[in-house]
């Protein structure tokens, strides 16, 4: 049995109402229940709209910043090399773990920014291209 509200004429009536079948209805449904409150539960969804995008500069595509937090272990590369596309710049240790970042394009190295065993952070520059 359910108990519903229902209006007829502008008059309140509750009612109890037998379910026969529901169509609607999933059999044992399972549904998570976060036991502790988030975040989420207390916010509501707003309609904002979405950053416009932003144009790359020639003086983006002129640096080259790190992906990542961690310490140079190489750099194959010196001032003034010719490099192209996914040429390997530096070696980075990140977590124990080796990271190749390559040259993002074809170009000429102007300056190197950093030095073996320095520790970088993301979004760090490392290079500047001619």
């Known amino acids: ?66 992906p990542i937090n961690g310490v140079i272990l190489s750099i194959p590369v010196k001032e003034n090399d010719a490099v192209k596309s996914n040429d390997v710049l530096f070696t980075v240790e990140a977590m124990k773990m080796k990271t190749n970042i390559a040259s993002p394009q074809d170009g000429k190295i102007k300056t190197i920014h950093v030095k073996v065993s320095e520790t970088i952070t993301a979004g760090q520059i490392l290079i500047t291209f001619e």
């Not at 998570?32 to 995008?53: E, G």
């Open 1 to 66: 049995m359910k108990r519903l509200m229902i209006t007829v004429n502008g008059k309140r009536y509750e009612v109890e109402v037998e379910v026969v079948h529901d169509d609607d209805a999933i059999e044992n449904p399972q549904i998570y229940r976060s036991p502790v409150p988030t975040i989420n539960s207390y916010v509501s969804p707003v309609n904002t709209p979405l950053p416009k995008k932003t144009k790359i500069s020639a003086a983006t595509k002129k640096t080259l910043t790190s």
